[in-house]
């Protein structure tokens, strides 16, 4: 059976500007990472889901979400869900016209 292939959102300026926000979990200002989704959009081994699915995380709750071994697999999905969803309302009108804005159910 063959699957279509994945047309990836890429988008270094999306990166810079969520890296730029403050941490969507806890606040943090320093050290911010644009951390990817676990979860779809064309994750694969070795391969970073799509740009646009990205949260604003500090070191400490990225690696919550990555390695949290004190969290279930829907603790971490819901806790990255939230952290997302926020990020893209903190970036409101500055979002990049030629990224487009995922859609995902919270």
């Known amino acids: 059976m063959m699957f279509p292939k ?3 959102v890429r988008s270094q300026k999306l990166l810079k500007m969520v890296a730029s926000l403050d941490c969507q979990c806890c606040g943090e200002s320093y050290g911010i990472q644009a951390a990817h989704s676990n979860w ?9 889901a799509d740009d646009n699915l990205v949260a ?8 919550k979400i990555d390695q ?9 999905k819901e806790m990255w869900l ?4 926020a990020t893209v ?6 979002w990049p016209t030629e990224v487009p804005i995922p859609h995902l159910p919270l």
């Open 6 to 8: 994945h047309n990836y």
């Open 40 to 48: 779809g959009g064309g994750k694969g081994k070795g391969i970073k």
């Open 56 to 63: 604003a995380l500090c070191l400490k709750c990225h690696y």
């Open 68 to 76: 949290g071994a004190h969290l279930s697999k829907d603790e971490r």
């Open 82 to 85: 939230k952290a997302h969803k």
């Open 89 to 94: 309302e903190a970036l409101g009108d500055r």
